[in-house]
Nanobody
Framework: EVQLVESGGGLVQAGRSLRLSCAVS????????IAWFRQAPGKEREGVSC????????YYADSVKGRFTISRDKAKNTVYLQMNTLKPEDTAVYYC?????WGQGTQVTVSS
């Protein structure tokens, strides 16, 4: 059974940082690209960042470029999203995605 478990969300003030984690099990971690999406209240889910199976050439949405960094740890089967200089508009539920599998999401709330 494939499982993706996100953690690391919370309530922070604007300008602070958070690091999200996505622990992946039930598939060959090294074989897949892994992505982070987010969904704010009343908005559609949007892609935030993606990292290839090799861990190179990461993608970032324009809205987070220069502030967020995605990485993957093969030894821990975990993908991270380091989020710096957070803004109120980053408030959303953040989801981890591998092919058709999704985690349950972790809430990030940024206060102004």
């Amino acid at each position: 059974e494939v499982q993706l478990v996100e953690s690391g969300g919370g309530l922070v003030q604007a300008g602070r940082s958070l690091r999200l984690s996505c622990a992946v099990s039930g598939l060959r971690f090294d074989d897949y690209a892994i992505a982070w999406f987010r969904q704010a209240p009343g908005k559609e889910r949007e892609g935030v960042s993606c990292i290839t199976s090799a861990g190179i050439s990461p993608y970032y949405a324009d809205s987070v470029k220069g502030r967020f960094t995605i990485s993957r740890d093969k030894a821990k089967n975990t993908v991270y999203l380091q989020m710096n200089t957070l803004k109120p508009e980053d408030t959303a539920v953040y989801y981890c995605n591998v092919v058709t599998f999704w985690g349950q999401g972790t809430q990030v709330t940024v206060s102004s």
